[in-house]
């Protein structure tokens, strides 16, 4: 995934999802899903920013490919990147949130701050993001 990634940032747009897009978005989804959880935590008084914050830091290479990756895909249209964003914030950014929820997502985060490596997050991220939410017809395969 992190050869995929870090390689990935075409000139232009796909007119199709391929593979290495589709591994963008579940990383993208899964960065904006981490930081509105964030925020809801803390909302209700459970601060979970510091470990978030170290496990976006260990991992930041692969986010910021993957960002690159999706504002290259989008980029054909304006604004697109930024609705999408936009889309997948309100999705996580509301519901209801507990202590006990804060904790599990504090866990996740903390252990792939200790944890560098394309390998690590790729298998959180696929088991938590199993379709990312982004529109368009996936590539046929060669």
Known sequence: MACVLLAANPAHAETCLDRETITAARVHEFETMMMA?????KAIGTDIGPVMEAMMGTHRPIF????????????????????????????????ATDAANCHRFEKVAR?????????SLGRVVFAMIDKPRIAGAVCSKP
Not at 37 to 41: A, D, F, K, P
Not at 82 to 88: G, H, I, K, M, V
Request: hydrophobic letters at 35%.
């Open 111 to 119: 252990e792939l701050a200790g944890q560098p490596g394309v390998t």
């Open 64 to 95: 910021a490919a993957a960002d690159r990756r999706m504002r290259a895909f989008f980029a054909p249209q304006k604004r697109a990147y930024e609705s999408y964003s936009t889309q997948l914030g309100n999705r996580y950014g509301g519901g």
């Open 37 to 41: 959880v964030t925020l809801r935590c």
